[in-house]
């Protein structure tokens, strides 16, 4: 009878260890959870697919539109070049709704990017578990949902890989209707008197539409710039692009806080690092420091942390050493074992 008792106790003890999720007397096991994830899974890719199509529903309005307005154009000498115009500012708002999209469809992509890297791939190369922070990243994303990337990123980045050649076969049909109807231009001041267009005059008309064109340019390379060049080692060059961010302000995107560096200065950092490591799952630096005040030693812990583990921390650091300053401190980025950059997909 005591062994049996004892049998169903370590029975119920191992079932409570197995246990993920209790609410209201439902218990989730792994199996159950496993399920969960599978299902979650697929909603979350449907999301992406759905905002990825629409994506092409906004880029193929801009396609459909430039072509008629082209065939409509040079359809006839007498069309009015203008509609080039009217159909270029067209183009950008179709520019700006599909940028708003997209960052909208990155959001849902890196949901799914995260559950197949650390997830699924998981459980198929030792050390057969995912990263420490993944489920941190997921759980930030379901309890806040932020776009990953900034506004005028995302129309960056959907001028460089769609809509610059739309625009660009818009100028340059622009630029031809001008030269050629409704009979060939003999010199430059013809084409600029014939770019009026009501009571706006024509070197008006093509400083404005060369202002704008330009931006976008100058707008599509400082991004590109900022990401080829982001691993590359300091020099000339990485200086100057850093000068090219300042001036451009608000126009570059501001990097993300989703990771946040701690500093923890404290009497016990043997016990507080421990408990970092064990609890968190997070590697700590320790330094010797001194007190200028007491003249007392202290040790300062460095830890880089998910935004969802800050909480966490800070409860550890308190209940080790109630005396304990915690510094939390946003990055840019953080690189190494547990952190991994993700890039806006295509």
Known sequence: MREQTERGDQD???????????????????????????????????????????????????????????????????NPHYMLVLVFLLVLTFLYIEARR???????????????TDF??????????????????????????????????????RFRRNYVWLITLLLISWGAKLSLHPQIAQDWRTVVERAAFGAIPGAWMIRLVALVYGALIALGAT??????????????????RE??????????????????LAIIITSRGTQVAQRLLTELGRGVTALEGTGMYTNESRDILLCAVTDVQVPGLEKI????????????SPVGEVRGEGFRPFEAPS
């Not at 459909?64 to 000498?77: I, K, S, W």
């Not at 997209?102 to 197949?116: D, I, N, S």
């Open 12 to 78: 119920a003890r191992d079932q409570e260890e197995n246990q993920t999720w209790t609410f209201r007397g439902y218990q989730l096991d792994p199996p159950h959870f496993t399920t969960a994830m599978v299902h979650f899974y697929r909603a979350e890719v449907t999301r992406a697919n759905t905002w990825r199509t629409r994506l092409d529903t906004t880029t193929n309005w801009a396609v459909v539109t430039t072509g008629a307005a082209l065939t409509f154009v040079f359809g006839d000498p007498d």
């Open 102 to 116: 997209y960052r909208y469809y990155v959001l849902w992509a890196y949901r799914v990017h995260l559950m197949e």
């Open 120 to 157: 699924f791939a998981a459980m198929l190369a030792p050390p057969f578990r995912p990263s420490a922070d993944w489920a941190d990243h997921l759980v930030q994303t379901l309890h806040e949902p932020t776009f990953r990337i900034a506004r005028w990123e995302a129309i960056a980045l």
């Open 223 to 240: 991004t590109f710039w900022s990401q080829s060049r982001r691993e590359a080692p300091s020099g000339p060059l990485e200086r100057l």
């Open 243 to 260: 000068r090219l961010q300042r001036g451009a302000g608000p126009l570059m995107p501001a990097p993300h806080p989703w990771e946040q």
């Open 317 to 328: 650091a308190h209940e080790a050493d109630p005396r304990a300053f915690v510094v939390i």
